[in-house]
């Protein structure tokens, strides 16, 4: 499959892990901006059942919302985001490495842990996440994004626009391209470039911060970048 280029059809979206509140929140937000959304999940009838409940949450403004096993998903998106859990995260994108084969995979895990204390970032031997990402998937064109974003706001119906920055960074310019312009499709969003790919260990890192900052200060915090 020929993937879009940021200037041309809206791609076709499909969301690795898509039931949990990062995955949901993103597709809401993508159908609502228009584009067609393919959720997935280990269980296509509970991934099917989280469609349908986006569909009738946002009544007829929402567009396409389908839901599908991973493996369709990844099959049949031109684009994928990763919203997994980090400790699923090398198991689940190493079963589709055909299925993502030549297509722009978003990584958005951000690999934490929690203790007493609150959050902190753990150790990945390649670095990041998204750097295990495109070790697993060498034929794909791996971005890091939406790392930042929070749930809550994604899914709230009161939230009409999102308020932040989302910080993009890959190796691909022509991917990393359309992935800040699918992430402006988002009222309120900007999609930033910020650098190499092996830069977003310190993206990742930095929602530990956010995490520590939302609790502090009882909100959903994101990031503006100013002069920009």
């Excluded at 999940?41 to 567009?63: K, M």
């Amino acid at each position: 499959m020929t993937t879009p280029s940021a200037a041309g059809a809206t791609p076709a979206v499909g969301i690795l892990g898509g039931t949990g509140d990062q995955g949901r929140g993103l597709a809401r937000r993508f159908a609502l901006a228009g584009s067609r959304v393919l959720l997935g999940s280990r269980d296509p009838e509970r991934a099917q059942a989280a469609a349908t409940g986006l569909v009738l949450a946002a009544g007829s403004d929402v567009g396409s919302v389908t839901g599908h096993a991973n493996a369709e998903v990844a099959a049949q998106a031109d684009l994928v985001i990763a919203a997994v859990p980090y400790d699923g995260h090398r198991s689940l994108l190493s079963s589709l490495v055909d299925e993502l084969t030549g297509k722009i995979v978003v990584d958005c895990v951000n690999p934490l842990g929690f203790d007493s204390r609150g959050a902190y970032a753990v150790t990945v031997e390649e670095g990041s996440a998204a750097e295990q990402a495109a070790a697993v998937l060498p034929a794909s064109r791996v971005v890091a994004a939406f790392h930042h974003v929070s749930a809550v706001l994604l899914l709230d119906p009161a939230v009409p626009t999102v308020d932040t920055d989302v910080l993009v960074l890959g190796d691909d310019r022509a991917a990393t391209d359309l992935v800040q312009a699918l992430a402006s499709r988002v009222p309120g969003i900007r999609g930033i470039y910020a650098g190499r790919l092996r830069n977003a260990r310190q993206v990742e890192a930095l929602t530990a911060n956010l995490i520590s900052v939302n609790r502090r200060y009882q909100a959903h915090a994101g990031l503006r970048v100013t002069d920009v």
